[in-house]
């Protein structure tokens, strides 16, 4: 693992993405903080943090994309899953490198809080914990995208994939305003997963029987729910979408408020993402 | 020692790799030798552990491979069709990287490591230089060297030699010659030529069976050298192959045409005698009198041309079918039978067990017959 996480954090500074990410995370901070903090004379860092959280849309896909897309297309998977060392590992080395090229980008970012303590006197943990959140998101983002990486054939499509995925958990708040009104749209969103679901499973299972289940059960649930208790049914749907607002918690973090919820929902995502990135890595040795 | 049981590997509806068994003896120079699609990668990257066998299994040194990768995958270098290179890396960095991937420990052991084999793979002075700027034949000996870090005890090389000039095919076969001493080495080729001279046992895959396996010496005498009789015989055709099966010293006997009461039939002589006149007194005897007769020799491309090809004929139809016109069909099972004697339906099964039978020098050879049967 460390000789992966090794040569991939060196390969990030051969080539300009590490440096690129670096700038753009520096620029970005040090610009809002020059503007917001010093130039308005204020103390709120968390909001410099909140500022620049759109550039992790950007920029951190761009670290991702290339991680398994690029051993695939270079064909080096080959020596890596061929050598003796488990896909946890691998995964694991190279999600670690990421994180190293990212937590320094943000090293920058760690010393401003001090130079604004010079000027005057504010709590520095809440600065301290908006900026572990906002690592915790970036972190997040990081593992969202390698897995993606994972799946899609090539880095581009990763690129776009990733940054597409990003924007949507990114909106997820002004989308979730819109679907608030009446019980029925939650219905039909449901149904259209119960589809989905039914589909995927008699597609695995190759079993149109499996699937058919899948599908009556799910549609049986919903019908229920829908006729007794529609109340349930919207309130589960916005509680999915807003599992999928990944930038929430960071907000919170902002509002100077530190949420052990919302660093455990941070660390959910990366172990699920990273789990997924192992199997579908898995998954390509069997197909 | 690899033991490979029953392999089957399918993509979708492509079947790749089908049944395949076959033991890999330590210290030896085993060939896998097949055209394009025979699935010499694919089971390359099975017996690797990079891909995963629809069914059998593959075990090494007594690892099996989905069960024990870690240890399985130890005793394994991989040399793949492409090799696996970092090309922003330097090939010094590139060597010492795979060393501390394979495991092996502090930092001065792995530079001793890294530079022991790009030695041994012939990169001496070449450890600065960055791969990226590297020819395609100094890119192989970089992922040679690599393949021999950690000091596995099977080298496994897919295609080793493509795109290399002549110059440096010899070299490499030199290079694979030397390893052979200290380590078992399997090679994948679609030359001939090539695992003729380096090799000390084929295998030769065909549309993912094993269609032959034996000593280059053993195949060569079975496939090639042999001379061909070429004979036109007016009567029926069951008549014509029934005087001919009764002549001693011919095989593979095929009926080549048959037309206006005329059978051409094709034999391949076994021995180094004469066959004409015997021929042509049995024919005359069974009263079908020749019309024509010549002889000819068969080459050892013509041979495995034929052997690879024969097999996806045998794979269109069903094997009972096949197994039942048998003495018709220009099938393996004749190329095993004739050294036994003419061949008989029991005989016929499968083409792998069948060539199988026919090298009984092999003992690799008769395990897998053993277990087909």
């Not at chain 2, 049995?282 to 034929?306: K, R, Y």
Request: hydrophobic residues 50%.
């Amino acid at each position: 693992m460390l000789a992966i996480l090794k040569r991939e954090a060196r390969s990030y500074y051969t080539g300009m993405v590490g440096y690129v990410v670096w700038a753009a995370i520096a620029a970005f901070t040090g610009l809002y903080f020059t503007v917001y903090d010093l130039l308005s004379a204020s103390t709120d860092f968390a909001s410099v943090l909140y500022l620049c959280s759109i550039i992790l849309l950007f920029v951190l896909p761009a670290l991702s994309m290339r991680s398994f897309a690029e051993e695939r297309r270079a064909g080096t998977d080959q020596l890596l899953l061929t050598s003796p060392v488990g896909i946890p590992s691998i995964v694991l080395g190279k999600y670690l490198a990421q994180l190293a090229v990212y937590a320094a980008a943000l090293l920058p970012a760690c010393v401003m809080p001090l130079l604004l303590r010079c000027f005057a006197r504010f709590a520095l943990g809440t600065a301290y914990a908006a900026l572990l959140a906002f690592f915790l998101l970036g972190a997040a983002c990081l593992a969202v995208g390698t897995w993606l990486s994972a799946v899609a054939g090539n880095q581009i499509l990763a690129y776009l994939a990733a940054f597409g995925a990003l924007l949507v958990c990114y909106m997820m708040d002004s989308i979730q305003t819109l679907f608030t009104s009446g019980s029925t749209l939650a219905f039909v969103v449901f149904g259209v997963a119960a589809v989905v679901a039914g589909v995927l499973v008699g597609i695995l299972c190759k079993s149109a029987v499996a699937g058919s289940g899948v599908f009556a059960a799910g549609a049986v649930a919903l019908v229920v729910l829908f006729r007794l208790r529609p109340v349930w049914l919207v309130s589960a749907f916005n509680a999915v979408l807003g599992a999928l607002a990944l930038f929430d918690p960071f907000y919170t973090f902002v509002g100077g408020v530190f949420s052990v919820q919302g660093i455990v929902y941070y660390l959910s995502v990366i172990a699920l993402f990273l789990f997924l990135t192992g199997q579908a890595l898995e998954k390509r040795r069997w197909s | 020692m690899i033991t490979v049981e029953h392999l089957t590997k399918r993509y979708g509806s492509h079947t790749a790799v089908e049944d395949l068994s076959f033991t890999v003896e330590d210290g030896c120079i085993y060939g896998l030798l097949g055209p394009n699609g025979a699935g010499k990668s694919t089971t390359m990257n099975i017996l690797t552990g990079y891909l995963s066998p629809t069914a059998g299994r593959v075990s090494i040194n007594g690892h099996d491979i989905l069960e024990e990768p870690k240890a399985a995958k130890a005793c394994i270098g991989y040399l793949p069709e492409i090799p696996p290179l970092y090309t922003d890396m330097t090939v010094g960095e590139y060597l010492r990287f795979v060393a501390e991937l394979k495991g092996i420990r502090g930092k001065a052991a792995r530079a001793e490591a890294a530079a022991a084999c790009a030695a041994r793979a012939g990169l001496q002075g070449m450890e600065g230089r960055l791969i990226r700027n590297l020819s395609k034949g100094y890119r192989q000996r970089t992922g040679l060297a690599a393949a021999l870090l950690g000091d596995p005890g099977v080298i496994i090389l897919d295609e080793p030699t493509v795109g290399l000039d002549p110059a440096q095919m010899i070299e490499i076969r030199t290079l694979i010659r030397d390893l052979g001493k200290t380590h078992t080495v399997i090679l994948s080729s679609h030359i001939l030529s090539e695992v003729q001279t380096v090799c000390d046992r084929v295998l030769i895959l065909a549309h993912g069976r094993l269609a032959a396996q034996g000593t280059p010496e053993e195949l060569a005498a079975r496939l090639a050298g042999r001379s061909v009789l070429q004979v036109t015989a007016l009567g029926t055709r069951e008549a014509v192959l029934k005087a001919a099966q009764g002549v001693e010293g011919l095989c593979d006997i095929t009926v080549a045409a048959e037309k206006d009461g005329e059978v051409s039939l094709r034999a391949a002589v076994t021995g180094t005698q004469d066959r004409r006149a015997a021929l042509s007194e049995a024919l005359g005897a069974a009263g079908c009198p020749v019309v024509a007769l010549s002889a000819g020799s068969v080459s050892l491309e013509d041979i495995f041309l034929q052997l690879t090809e024969d097999e996806a004929a045998a794979e269109e139809k069903p094997p009972e079918q096949a197994a039942e016109e048998d003495a018709p069909a220009p099938d393996t099972a004749e190329e095993a039978a004739c050294e036994e004697g003419p061949p008989d339906d029991g005989a016929a099964q499968s083409p792998a067990s069948e060539t199988g039978g026919g090298a009984p020098a092999d003992a690799a050879a008769e395990k897998t017959t053993g277990e087909e049967e």
